[in-house]
């Protein structure tokens, strides 16, 4: 159950960040993200020297609930993201930025959902088809007759988080996505 809550907020909070970009503009846009940043960075350090045992113990079961055992801090995927984003749209802009906000959330959170319900161990193949045909599926809401574009974007994403190996796919497929987008889209 905690992985299903943890992807469903992998996916909403990637929804959000492309709305805000899509809705509010740059600005907004930079500002949420920042604050994300540090909000994850002063939740860290209040978890990390809290005095109360309660509060300790709140702390653990949050993050016992939205993130991995393997992961050395709460909201790592949060900052990784929202930096990556950060960078999208700064160099290739508001549209490459939603696209791939688009494709993260629903992408990367779709194909682990897939790997789990399959009890596969890693990438898989059927994770991969997964983020390909819900992503196209989310980029098809903005981009309705841009097929070959979105294509592209959705299939080299997929490959990027397929072949990222040890490099963290927060950072990855965002900066695929947007590349591909500016590109295709």
């Not at 940043?37 to 949050?62: D, T």
């Not at 045909?133 to 294509?151: C, D, N, V």
Request: proline share 1%; charged share 10%.
């Amino acid at each position: 159950m905690g992985e299903i809550t943890r992807k469903a907020s992998h996916i909403l909070f990637g929804l959000i960040v492309a709305y805000i970009a899509f809705r509010y503009g740059q600005n907004a846009f930079y500002a949420s993200q920042i604050m994300v940043i540090f909000a994850v960075l002063a939740y860290n350090w209040a978890g990390v020297h809290a005095e109360s045992s309660r509060f300790k113990g709140i702390f653990r079961a949050i993050n016992g609930v939205l993130e991995r055992d393997d992961i050395a801090m709460a909201g790592e995927a949060a900052v990784l993201f929202s930096a990556s984003i950060m960078a999208v749209y700064w160099v290739f802009g508001k549209e490459s930025a939603i696209a791939a906000g688009i494709v993260w959330a629903i992408g990367d959170g779709v194909c682990s959902v897939v790997g789990m319900a399959l009890h596969k161990k890693g990438k898989s193949l059927e994770g991969m088809a997964a983020f390909m045909a819900f992503s196209f599926a989310g980029l098809a809401l903005l981009y309705p007759h841009k097929a070959f574009g979105m294509a592209v974007v959705v299939v080299g994403s997929a490959i990027t988080e397929y072949i990222s190996g040890n490099v963290n796919d927060n950072i990855t497929v965002p900066l695929a996505a947007g590349l591909l987008s500016s590109v295709f889209l």
